[in-house]
């Protein structure tokens, strides 16, 4: 069983030899035992590598540090990314192929470019976070991050919670991350990769790993910090936020749901077997689980394909996916549900409920195709239901009692339909509407389950006159 | 209807007769011939898997139904409404509208089935105790099949005496934990096993793990120590989903000893669900009653088939291995025999271990989940 040092400080920073933290997936996770105290004395330490360092770097230095980190994840023979390649398939059940694809996508938008792309969309004058700059009606404006942000990671997205590290890093926060069991890989080969770019930036970042749900440290992060970004399901962060001091200033990414809608011009003969790809790749990124993955996809009746064609064409696509992105290793929990899915909508299929159920000879993938067009959630996995609409804007009412947990909609073939059908869709509660071939990847100045990703994290400061 | 009697006369011959292969495919050919044709559903589900009663040669190539086919369907090879009884599954998340329902056409048949298997392992010194139930009486819950097996089992072999000890409000759930949490009617219970020991008479004891989970703390809140007379057994069955307080079943059996002096030997697991008639019931106390060596494992009834399937490709594997659980249950007649299960479990010499619920683990990443999203939403299926 290969083990991994679930954890990273500036230097010495935690007393205790490193012990059995659990496992994530296949990975042995090792870390020192953590308590309250322990927290309160590296969020001390955290505040001073803040002060003597990343407070006095412009933003655009700091990019320039998690750009270098970020290069490293990308170039072939580099360390950092063998080493993440070889970890991430152990955490996540990932097959090397997508492991590969991921780790690419999410550091990719840890590059220069991307963040100075969310700089200049988030602040008018990205230099207020350096400075006081002019700003509106002859104000001079300031943007100050938190000293000490406490970062908690959930699932097993890989990169999701570096992304949240990366972003209070760009407003000079310093960060004690807490990945969740799921995604510890990532936050501490950055972190590495920090400390040999730069190793006084670096004092200002700590991650740190224990067992879900332990009160003693969690408590202490909490109260230590000047702000906690968290991930997780809505029960999580109620949890999480009932153990925070009140008033404590908590930024929430809850779980999510997305779904695709394939309007008629994309169900096109030209353009069928392109939507069926398309829509069978945002369904397999990240296996399907992340925030942005589809569950589902509606399809407009009218097209040259109809819904049910579409559904066997978009299981000939899967198929077809499984040469160049392999499914992943299952849990027995996750090959048991779609299992139990399948046999479900095959005795639905057989009572003539109008399903009708294509599917892998093991549990690689599953399209349902379902007449009913009330929205369905999938136990994900590459598992997909098609169901028909007859006009795209009809979908908004079915969606619209998940309101509080829609998330994106990738949209194929709407044409000059397209800025209705989001309007109609954001009303419905949806917070991003993307073409059907980027869903899975929200560029870095998204907003992220519709808010900004940085501003919620820095407090404004006027000066007048 | 002349499988109907065959079944029947193979249920009463009991446990110990084992049914050969050959014999058991037999029989399980003939049944999946006739779900396949009073159930059309079944029957156009099993040809859709390319398996129609002509293909099949063993009981392992008849296509399985997954447990949860139970919440949609009425899989019952007849008229639904003309259902003995419908049992339904305790449930977790979604409200009624998402509880498996077994419809049993024909109640006599399960009870040829539950009674020589419940007696050879709870009775096999043919013991005919008092039985207390850590359950609610049947008016209270009638859907429960955990309460109409331990009804059957009272009426055939309890002796005055025998009653049931959670009081109306307890759900009277099955193989998810039933009730007790407040229902426990703790003085009259109390008041059953203090009659018993001085009449120095021995009782059966039966409920779910969660039900004596909470006796026993309130025993040991209280400082009790209760000494249940010498040959008391107990029937403990069920997990712990949904419920506040997990308990390791060594943890449990320790406690059991503790506060009410029934020894492990004397402990027996059931392993049982709504979708199916049959149980599975561990050994130990026939072993023990026997002078054998006590090994604890689930074995299935002559009449039953069980084996454990890859999770992902559904291929069967070894003993050792662990898998998801398929059953093939002859007493199923009526409905649907061959069922996969959401239960993981591992094969070892004569029988198996049950290791778990495979549905129960969070699920990954940063979607939300099924469950959670309609819950959320209020929505059932």
């Known amino acids: ?465 | 209807m002349e499988l109907d009697r065959e079944l029947k006369d193979l249920f009463a011959r009991g446990v110990d007769r084992p049914l050969d292969d050959e014999a058991f495919d037999a029989l399980a050919l003939r049944v999946f011939r006739h779900q396949a044709g009073a159930n059309p559903v079944y029957g156009r589900y099993a040809r859709a898997r390319g398996v129609s009663p002509d293909d099949a040669a063993r009981w392992s190539d008849v296509p399985p139904v997954p447990t949860r086919a139970f919440k949609r369907l009425a899989l019952a090879c007849g008229d639904p409404d003309d259902a003995d009884a419908v049992f339904v599954t305790s449930g977790t998340t979604g409200g009624e509208g998402r509880r498996g329902r077994h419809h049993v056409l024909d109640l006599d048949l399960y009870h040829a089935s539950l009674l020589p298997n419940l007696e050879a392992h709870l009775l096999p010194d043919g013991l005919r105790p008092p039985i207390f139930a850590l359950l609610p009486p049947p008016a209270e819950a009638p859907a429960s099949s955990l309460v109409h097996m331990v009804d059957v089992a009272m009426e055939r072999f309890g002796a005055s005496g025998s009653g049931y000890f959670v009081e109306a409000g307890g759900d009277g759930g099955d193989d998810a934990g039933s009730g007790a949490g407040a229902g426990l009617a703790a003085a009259e219970l109390r008041r059953a096993v203090d009659g018993a020991v001085d009449a120095d008479e021995a009782v059966l004891v039966a409920g779910t793990a969660f039900s004596f989970v909470h006796w026993l703390d309130a025993l040991e809140d209280a400082g009790v120590r209760l000494r249940l007379p010498p040959g008391s057994r107990l029937m403990e069955t069920g997990g712990f989903k949904g419920r506040s307080r997990s308990v390791p079943r060594e943890e449990l059996y320790g406690a059991v000893e503790e506060r009410l002096g029934i020894p492990g030997s004397h402990v027996v697991n059931e392993y049982g669900m709504t979708e199916m008639l049959s149980q599975f019931w561990e050994p130990v106390l026939r072993e023990a009653l026997a002078g054998e060596p006590v090994r604890r494992r689930h074995v299935p009834p002559p009449w039953v088939r069980t084996r454990v399937l890859d999770p992902s490709t559904l291929a069967p594997l070894p003993p050792g291995e662990v898998g998801l659980l398929h059953h093939f249950d002859l007493a199923n007649l009526h409905s649907v025999s061959s069922i996969l299960t959401e239960d993981l479990g591992v094969a070892v010499e004569g029988g198996f271990h049950v290791l778990g619920r495979a549905g129960d683990a969070e699920p990954r990443g940063c979607s939300i989940a099924m469950d959670d999203l309609l819950s959320a939403s209020g929505t059932s299926r």
Request: charged fraction near 25%; hydrophobic fraction near 45%; aromatic fraction near 6%.
């Open chain 1, 1 to 465: 069983m290969t083990a991994f040092d679930a954890w990273w400080t500036p230097g010495p920073a935690l007393r205790g030899e490193p012990g059995d933290a659990g496992r994530s997936g296949e990975l042995v996770l090792r870390a020192p035992e953590v308590d309250g105290a322990a927290v309160e004395s590296l969020a001390r330490r955290l505040r001073r590598g803040r002060e003597e360092a990343l407070a006095s770097l412009d933003a655009d230095d700091v990019v320039d540090r998690i750009d270098a980190v970020a290069s490293r994840f990308l170039r072939r023979g580099d360390r950092l990314r063998e080493q993440a390649l070889e970890l991430l398939p152990l955490t996540t059940g990932y097959a090397p192929a997508m492991a590969e694809r991921v780790l690419g996508g999410m550091a990719r938008d840890w590059q220069g470019d991307r963040l100075r792309g969310l700089l200049e969309a988030e602040f008018d004058d990205p230099a207020v976070l350096d400075a006081f700059r002019p700003g509106p009606r002859g104000r001079r404006l300031r943007a100050l991050g938190p000293e000490l942000t406490f970062h908690v990671g959930a699932g097993n997205v890989p990169g999701v919670t570096v992304t949240s590290l990366v972003r209070a890093l760009l407003v000079k926060s310093a960060a004690l991350v807490k990945p969740g069991s799921g995604d510890p890989v990532l936050p501490v080969l950055f972190a590495r990769g920090l400390a040999g770019v730069d190793p006084e930036l670096a004092e200002a970042v700590a991650v740190v790993y224990w067992p879900g749900g332990a009160g003693g440290p969690e408590e202490a992060a909490l109260a230590a910090a000047d702000a906690t970004v968290a991930y997780g399901g809505d029960e999580a962060i109620r949890a999480l936020r009932g153990r925070a001091p009140d008033g404590a200033r908590i930024v929430a990414y809850h779980h999510r749901v997305s779904f695709g809608i394939v309007a008629r011009d994309a169900l096109s003969a030209e353009r069928v077997e392109e939507t069926a790809y398309r829509a069978a790749e945002a369904a397999s990124i990240f296996e399907q689980r992340g925030c942005v993955s589809p569950h589902l996809f509606y399809a407009e009746r009218g097209g040259d394909a109809s819904p049910e064609l579409f559904a066997e064409r978009l299981a000939g696509a899967f198929r077809r996916l499984e040469g160049e992105l392999p499914s992943g290793r299952l849990r027995p929990d996750e090959a048991s549900a779609i299992h139990q899915l399948r046999g479900e909508a095959e005795l639905e299929a057989a009572a003539g409920g109008g399903r009708t159920v294509y599917r892998s000879d093991d549990a690689a993938w599953t399209v349902v195709y379902d007449h009913d067009p009330a929205f369905e959630p999938s136990c994900l996995n590459r598992v997909v239901r098609v169901k028909p609409v007859d006009e795209v804007h009809d979908v908004a009412d079915r969606v619209r009692r998940y309101r509080r947990h829609l998330q994106t909609v990738g949209v194929a073939g709407a044409g000059g339909r397209l800025a209705g059908l989001a309007e109609v869709l954001g009303k419905a509660g949806v917070t991003r509407v993307a073409p059907l071939a980027s869903m899975a990847w929200p560029p870095p100045w998204w907003h992220h389950d519709g808010m900004d990703p940085l501003r919620p994290l820095v407090r404004w400061v006027d000066l007048e006159g």
